[in-house]
């Protein structure tokens, strides 16, 4: 796949640090541009280039359908892959410590795939996921295996009101203070960065640890497109 430009390298990590220490996840706004999101969401239809294409309703995630990316991954993907583990690691590292797990994240996302790899994840975990009327996903986690890096990246490739209405972006929190949801409001080509599993948060009584979960809402009316960044591979 060919593009004009390359996915910006530059982001405001302290920002987006803060916002996941509050919330869980962080906007990243136009990570990708229109024509990068066209591009993208068009390989969808194309038959090579995955390991697996899953139909949700057989499993009870939902409905609706992804595929797997195979390895070597689209240029693009791959590009922004690394690039946004290289400026997460250290935020997931930072939680590790303040949860007091004695787990260090590489630097480089090869040496952290190696380490997946070494323990049996070795299949490819980006993805790409196209929802229709009545579609949806249901809550869950992207767990994969025993490793598992605690941020991870969707990238909205449509755009809300004029490709689809509804399938909002959602997000649940669970802790000893109680229930949160949240919806991303996301556009065309921003990415969201948001919590695989449990986060760190400062409560009343110190430091404790909160659940999250995410899905999409009812697509109301045409198409989504979206891919996933996951930075631990699968089993």
């Not at 892959?81 to 997460?88: N, S």
């Not at 802790?175 to 948060?201: K, Y």
Request: with cysteine; aromatic share 8%.
């Amino acid at each position: 796949m060919h593009t004009n430009s390359r996915p910006s390298s530059t982001h405001d990590w302290s920002r987006i640090e803060r916002a996941l220490e509050a919330h869980g996840s962080a906007i990243l706004p136009g990570l990708l541009t229109a024509q990068q999101c066209e591009a993208l969401a068009a390989l969808y239809a194309r038959e090579d280039g995955y390991r697996s294409r899953v139909i949700m309703s057989r499993h009870g995630f939902g409905r609706g359908e992804y595929k797997y990316f195979a390895y070597p991954l689209p240029s693009l993907l791959d590009e922004l892959r690394r690039t946004l583990y290289a400026g997460l690691a250290p935020i997931a590292n930072d939680w590790n410590r303040k949860s007091g797990i004695n787990l260090h994240y590489p630097d480089d996302l090869d040496d952290y795939l190696a380490r997946c790899h070494a323990a049996g994840q070795t299949r490819p975990t980006p993805l790409i996921l196209k929802y229709e009327e009545g579609d949806y996903n249901c809550l869950h986690q992207d767990l994969y295996g025993e490793h598992v890096f605690p941020l991870q990246v969707v990238v909205l490739l449509s755009e809300p009101g004029k490709d689809f209405l509804g399938g909002e972006f959602v997000m649940t929190e669970q802790s000893t203070q109680g229930q949160r949801v949240e919806a991303a409001p996301l556009r065309q080509g921003d990415a969201l960065v948001f919590t695989v599993n449990q986060r760190p948060a400062i409560g009343p009584r110190g430091m404790r640890k909160v659940a999250m979960r995410h899905g999409v809402s009812r697509i109301r009316s045409g198409r989504r497109y979206a891919v996933g960044l996951i930075f631990h591979d699968a089993r």
